[in-house]
Structure formats: C-alpha cells, structure tokens
C-alpha cells in the first residue's frame, strides 16, 4: 500500500513536470516573480520572530509589499492564460496594462506607510 | 468750595476704607463685638485690649442695640464677628440668624462664647456651625477629678483641661504650659460635619449635669467626646471659635493662677491668656492663611508656557505658595505639597520639592496618553486655608512626521520593500521583451 502510494505520488509529479514544461513561457516568468515575492516574504516573517515586532508599520509594509506583489502577479497570470475562457476577450496587454496601474498604486502605498 | 473739600475727603479716606479684608491682605480689620451687657467691655478689657493692640477696629455693641447692622448698601461693615451676648433672645436692628450665617457664609469670621444662660438663637447659631450646645438649659461642665482648686471647696464646675488639639497653626509654635480654666456649657461637635474640629476636650472624667440638683438620669454628655472649645475652617475660608464659656475669656481667669487638684504644680498664671490670643490670632487670618500663585509649567529646557503638550514630554511644574503672617507673606515651607496630571484621575501623582523660599516644583514625564489633562494642587492641613488649584491643559498624540525614522532593525523591510519594486521592474521588462 505504502509503495503504491510513493509511486502514485511520483507519477503525479512526473505528470505535473512534463504537464509545466508545456506552459508558456510568459506564464513561467510570471511564476519565477510570484516564488520570489514569496521568498522576500517569508524571510521577512522569519526575520520578525528574531527580532521582534517593534517598527511595526515597517514589517507590515514589507510584508504586505511581497504578498501585495503576488497576488496581483497571480491575477495577471489568470488573464494572460490562453486556456483561461473566462477571460478570452480580455487583451493582454490590457491585463498588463492594469497590473502595473495595480502596482503603481500598491507601491505608493508601501511607501507611505514604510517611515 | 465746601462741595471740593468734601470731594478730597472722600478720596483720601477711600484708602483706609480698602484696607479692609481682601485676598491680598487677609487679616481681618474691623471687628464687631456684640455684648449682652457693657460691663462685659472692663470686664473682658484684657482679651479685647489684645486685639486692639494688634491692629483691629473693635466696634462694642449690645446685642439689642436697635441699629444694629452688619452690612450697609450691600456690603459689610465688618469683617469679624464677636458674639460675647449669650442670653440674647433677639439681636436689634436688622441682624437675626439667618444675617449672622450669610455674615459667615460670604467668608467672615465669628467667635461665638455661651453660657449656662445661652438662648435658643446662640444655640441655634451654633447649631448651623456644626456645633451642638447640651440640650439642657441647666446644665454645666462638672469635673470631680481635674477641677481647679479654689477657695470654694466643692465647686467642681471651674474646670481645667490641658487637652489640647496637636496643631501648631491653631494654637501658636508655643506649647500653652499652664493648662486652660473653664466655667461654662458643654458642646458636641456633629460627627456628620468635617470641617469642625476639637481645640479643647474635657478630661474624661468630666460630665454635663446640673451641679445643684441630684443626677438621676446618666449624663448625656461625658467624658473627652465634650468638647470645651471647638473651630470651623469653612470652606470659602471663614473660620469660626465656639466655646461654652464666655468667663474664660475675662480678666478674672486670665489673671488667676491654676493648681488642678491632686497635682502638686501650682501655676501663678492660668494658660487663658495664650490660649485665647493664640486662637483669636487664627480666626482672625493672622496665621495658617495660604495663598498659591504663579501656577506655572513648561518643557525641560524652555521657558514659555505651551498651548499643548506632546505625549512622553518633559516638562517642569512649579507654584508659588506663601503664608500670610499678619503683616506680610511669608513663605510657605512643607514637604508634603503634592501635583496631579489629572484627567478623571491622576495620571502623575508627584510630591512637590521647595527651595524653601516659598517656591514649589517638579519635573516629570507626560504620560503616554494624549487628552485633556488638568495640572491639580488640592492641599487641605489641619488649620490651614485649603488650597484647590487646577489649570487645564491638552496633551496630543505624535504629528505624523515626529516618529522615529530610519530604525536599524526595519532595514530588512525597506530592503524588502524596495527589492520588490526593483523586482517589479525588472519582471516588467522581461516579461515584455520576452517573445
């Protein structure tokens, strides 16, 4: 039972690698951004036990900059999919369009609230 | 020319006229004694001249005199009252117990001395102060342990007491040493009523009773819990002396030596002379009044009064508090003036240190709330004019540009924000150059 078990598990991920390679490459960029601001965040939240909560504004604001940025580079990456039918009528490049305005905004807000 | 003359008259009289009672000259000026009987004026000549001698317009009057009036157009003509007519039923003129009360309600100061003849009205008086005489007419203090030894053996009603109350305001730095004779009635004082005080108890062997008749009944006055003599510092500052005996302000008592029996000290002068002008000297503001002024705070290191203060600033509070000495203030040294930062209750509770010159301060930190804060001094002693100062002052929170900057240890989270916006920029560019 255990066996099958790892090996079930082993052709899930096989399926799954050979399944991203087929990705687009636009999609993967979008990933290696998403994995980054995830990094930065957690980093952060590990940084923050050690040292304690003190320039709390700051912590949250580079925190929240990291999870900011991933999500809003998760909802580009749900509009600039091709298999995504929800939105097929929707442009990329205005889905590009709007993920910058995003982050324009999300930045300047970060930024007041770093001090 | 005459119409002039009078015009100058007039005029220079009107300083005499302002050196009456004031907050800056506390000492009372004119003072009206109210006598049952003239003879009263040769006979009391030793206490009254000792008024006299230290300033006061004393205005002799018999209780009944038809014109008798203590203000005219609204304001008082005196502004002391001494009540030495104890069997008055009526005052004359237009005074009655109401006037004698508003007389002390507007901050004046009586002294009020019964006897075994006291009427109703004096009862009454006293009563209102906070004083209650014995309800019986007839009786009178009788002590057959500490009574004064005389010629008349077996007259226990001259009493003497030593039991003085422990303040030195009241009664002088000087101890009274010969103890105090008394003949008169016995008063309680309302234990509902704190602003009155004990100055002179009965000893507690002593009794209030008809000295002539048999005690069928128990007394319902005894011991220590009678009071002798008895003061009221108001609240406006009016202060007021009542006593049951009107003798041991007389010449007679004030002279006479004191040997209490079953004590072998034989004083050639009873302790009547000091006790009464010790006593008339406090009710009359010439000691124990205090004054604050110049209420003043600022930060650490300047010197103007702010508008409003910051959380957690530093500031420095000082007042200035003196005591009238009778001629002039003097200083007020105590170590036990205390300041509050007070907003519903006292957030800083900081005990006062004085440079002995009369000049009280502290420094400490505003609390970490921001809000309507008050400065508080409320300082009532035993005999002294109590002191109730406030003086309002805002207290904010930080501006948003006063927090701390550029903390080391927030430098992971810029670094983190700013890595993220460099890494937006760079993902921007990949992304679209990526085809």
Not at chain 2, 7 to 17: F, G, N, Q, R, T
Not at chain 2, 210 to 229: E, F, Q, R, T
Not at chain 2, 230 to 255: E, H, K, P, Y
């Amino acid at each position: 039972m255990a066996r099958s078990t790892s090996k079930d598990a082993q052709a899930l991920f096989h399926s799954l690698r050979s399944a991203y390679v087929a990705t687009p490459s636009s999609l993967k960029i979008i990933d290696l951004y998403v994995g980054f601001a995830v990094f930065t965040a957690i980093i952060q939240v590990v940084y923050m036990a050690f040292v304690g909560s003190f320039p709390f504004n700051s912590f949250l604001s580079g925190v929240l900059s990291c999870v900011g940025t991933a999500v809003l580079a998760v909802c580009l990456r749900i509009q600039v999919n091709k298999e995504n039918k929800e939105f097929k009528d929707l442009p990329p490049e205005r889905a590009f369009a709007d993920f910058v305005l995003c982050n324009l905004v999300l930045h300047l807000v970060i930024m007041n609230f770093l001090g | 020319m005459v119409k002039l003359c009078v015009l100058i008259a007039a005029v220079s009289l009107l300083p005499i006229l302002c050196l009456s009672f004031s907050p800056e000259n506390p000492t009372d000026r004119r003072v009206l004694v109210l006598l049952d009987d003239l003879s009263l004026k040769s006979s009391h000549s030793i206490f009254f001249n000792s008024i006299k001698s230290r300033g006061f317009d004393v205005d002799f009057k018999l209780a009944d005199d038809p014109k008798l009036s203590l203000q005219r157009y609204g304001q008082y003509l005196y502004d002391a009252l001494i009540l030495f007519s104890p069997s008055i039923d009526r005052f004359g003129g237009s005074l009655d117990l109401a006037g004698v009360l508003d007389f002390v309600d507007s901050g004046h100061d009586l002294i009020l001395a019964a006897d075994e003849s006291a009427s109703d009205l004096i009862r009454n008086i006293a009563t209102e102060c906070g004083v209650d005489f014995d309800e019986d007419s007839s009786a009178i203090v009788i002590d057959h342990k500490s009574y004064a030894v005389s010629e008349t053996e077996g007259d226990h009603t001259l009493i003497v007491s030593g039991d003085f109350i422990q303040s030195d305001v009241i009664l002088g730095s000087t101890k009274v040493e010969a103890p105090v004779l008394y003949k008169g009635i016995a008063h309680s004082v309302n234990a509902a009523n704190s602003l009155v005080l004990k100055v002179l108890s009965a000893s507690p062997s002593a009794y209030s009773a008809n000295p002539s008749s048999k005690l069928s009944n128990p007394p319902l006055h005894s011991g220590s819990a009678i009071s002798l003599v008895s003061v009221v510092q108001a609240r406006n500052n009016a202060r007021i002396t009542i006593t049951g005996s009107l003798d041991m302000f007389s010449n007679r008592l004030l002279r006479s030596g004191v040997q209490k029996a079953g004590d072998s000290n034989k004083y050639s002068k009873s302790g009547n002379e000091q006790f009464v002008t010790e006593l008339s000297r406090w009710v009359f503001h010439e000691r124990g009044h205090l004054k604050a002024v110049n209420l003043r705070h600022h930060k650490v290191g300047e010197t103007d009064e702010p508008a409003i203060y910051r959380i957690n600033d530093d500031l420095e509070f000082s007042v200035e508090i003196y005591e009238w000495s009778g001629k002039s203030w003097e200083p007020y040294v105590a170590n036990d003036v205390q300041v509050q930062f007070y907003m519903m209750s006292p957030y800083v509770l900081k005990t006062l240190s004085t440079d002995q010159k009369g000049l009280y301060h502290t420094s400490f930190k505003v609390p970490d709330v921001y809000g309507v804060f008050q400065f508080k001094v409320e300082y009532q002693r035993l005999g002294y004019t109590g002191l109730s100062l406030s003086k309002q002052i805002p207290v904010r929170p930080f501006r948003h540009n006063e927090y701390e900057r550029f903390i080391p240890t927030a430098f992971p989270y810029y670094g983190a924000s700013f890595t993220t916006m460099a890494g937006f920029f760079i993902f921007s560019i990949v992304y679209l150059y990526n085809k």
